[in-house]
């Protein structure tokens, strides 16, 4: 990916001498990115130098097959683990050189996560568990009912909102994830994997919901191994050997949106 243009001081115009508006700093900057593993007398090169940068607003696919990188590359951007040298930057802030407590604040206020296991709390409705990053935040309890009722409005969840995971379906479980990762309003949104415990259709919902989050803002960073699933994001960068293979531009972006109206409606599990 190119870098942005560097002003050096000076101020860009737009051509017709009109000052064009500062460049918002990247969400994500990582420079000679790496990370290695011991096992016994071998060290596994797990992330091998990577240097790339992800700009607000950008919707980018990870992809890459089992071992190539791609899921310690996320794990190291989540602040779930440290590198082994390089540096990375999470909307301007220096993360290696944070302590624990600092790295768990960091998660919290700039990081919302989805996961493919969907990771709710089983005793919790939908509710509940879209509030425990609000609690964990400090947010007074009238102000965490209230984001939550709209984070799950948000997600088409609004009439279930007191459901346990265990009364909904796989779909309806991953749009409560989605909302519980919007609710703090994060720098960035990392998925892992969040279709892979889906059928094809609550897959293509899943991903227009995704879409219209990025539509209205949100920068979002989605690991799969499905190649559908990447057409739908606005770059996709793939990994093999702990390396960045190739980093390009989706040309031809799906909508979401219209490959649901293509697909016959599915009434088996209620709506996902």
Do not use: W
């Not at 990188?69 to 290696?96: A, E, I, Q």
């Not at 998660?107 to 005793?123: A, C, D, E, S, V």
């Not at 939550?148 to 609004?158: F, M």
């Not at 994997?193 to 960073?221: F, H, K, W, Y």
Request: proline content about 7%.
């Amino acid at each position: 990916m190119t870098d942005p243009a560097r002003t050096n001081g000076r101020v860009h115009t737009d051509g017709q001498g009109h000052a064009s508006p500062p460049r918002q700093p990247a969400v994500i900057t990582v420079t000679d990115l790496a990370k290695d593993y011991s096992r016994g007398s071998n060290v596994v090169h797990a992330l091998r130098n990577v240097s790339l940068r992800v700009q607000p607003g950008e919707f980018v696919a990870v992809m890459g097959p089992s071992g190539s990188g791609k899921s310690t590359f996320m794990n190291l951007v989540g602040c779930l683990d440290r590198p082994t040298s390089g540096s990375y930057l999470l909307d301007g802030v220096d993360v290696p050189s944070l302590s624990r407590s600092q790295l768990a604040d960091l998660r919290n206020r700039k990081l919302g996560f989805i996961f493919q296991g969907f990771n709710l709390l089983p005793r919790m409705d939908a509710l509940g568990n879209v509030m425990l990053p609000m609690v964990y935040a400090g947010v007074s309890g009238q102000v965490r009912q209230r984001r939550a009722r709209v984070a799950l409005d948000a997600v088409g969840l609004g009439d279930r909102i007191h459901h346990r995971p265990n009364e909904m379906s796989g779909g309806q479980q991953q749009r409560v994830a989605i909302a519980r990762a919007l609710v703090n309003a994060p720098s960035l949104i990392l998925a892992d994997e969040p279709t892979g415990n889906l059928d094809s259709r609550t897959s293509v919902e899943i991903m227009a919901i995704l879409q219209r989050l990025n539509q209205a803002g949100a920068t979002i960073v989605v690991v799969t191994h499905e190649p559908d699933i990447a057409t739908y994001c606005s770059r996709t960068v793939v990994f093999k050997d702990g390396a960045v293979l190739s980093d390009q531009p989706n040309r031809r972006i799906v909508r979401a949106v219209e490959t649901l109206a293509r697909l016959p409606p599915d009434t088996a599990d209620g709506p996902a």
